[in-house]
């Protein structure tokens, strides 16, 4: 198994610089995540996720990206503010990055070759695939974009015990 480098640098939407060592020890749901998509109502099911399992150790990160259809164009800003207006999303949302290509997050890159999708691929096929990193910084799983965060409570609660 591989597990995630907690040195990775991320981005806050509000444009903080930090690592994944603040998540260190905790259950994380990495999603991509796009505001123009007929998935972006997951967001409600993220947050249910979010408040939830919070105090049980979940944290969920949001990555929006653009890569798809190209339905999350706006600036970071507007993307925070969409998701919170539209969604109540309080969870950690991260600027916005490429999850594929050359110019693939560092993060992203270690997720899809721990993690490859339907027949190995490890390319994301589209916006909000999941991963499930356990405590320990395992990648633990894979969920495809029409996989609900409602259908995936199950295999978060047996990493959080």
């Known amino acids: 198994?591989?597990?995630?480098?907690?040195?990775?640098?991320?981005?806050?939407?509000?444009?903080?610089?930090?690592?994944?060592?603040?998540?260190?020890?905790?259950?994380?749901?990495?999603?991509?995540?796009?505001s123009k998509c007929g998935l972006t109502p997951q967001f409600e099911g993220l947050e249910a996720l979010w408040q939830d399992y919070q105090d049980k150790g979940l944290v969920v990160l949001g990555f929006p990206c653009n890569q798809?259809?190209?339905?999350?164009?706006?600036?970071?800003?507007?993307?925070?503010?969409?998701?919170?207006?539209?969604?109540?999303v309080s969870f950690p949302m991260h600027a916005r990055i490429e999850v594929n290509g050359k110019?693939?997050?560092?993060?992203?890159?270690?997720?899809?070759?721990?993690?490859?999708?339907l027949l190995g691929t490890k390319k994301i096929k589209w916006n909000f695939t999941k991963f499930l990193v356990g405590r320990d910084g395992e990648?633990?799983?894979?969920?495809?974009?029409?996989?609900?965060?409602?259908?995936?409570r199950s295999a978060i609660e047996a990493h959080l015990t």
């Open 103 to 117: 110019q693939a997050h560092p993060l992203f890159q270690t997720l899809k070759k721990a993690a490859p999708g």
């Open 68 to 88: 798809f259809g190209g339905q999350d164009p706006g600036e970071n800003a507007e993307i925070a503010e969409f998701c919170q207006v539209n969604y109540g």
């Open 139 to 152: 990648i633990v799983q894979r969920f495809g974009p029409k996989e609900t965060p409602e259908s995936i």
């Open 1 to 34: 198994m591989t597990k995630i480098d907690y040195q990775t640098e991320i981005e806050t939407i509000g444009g903080e610089p930090k690592t994944l060592a603040d998540y260190q020890g905790k259950v994380l749901l990495i999603v991509n995540t796009a």
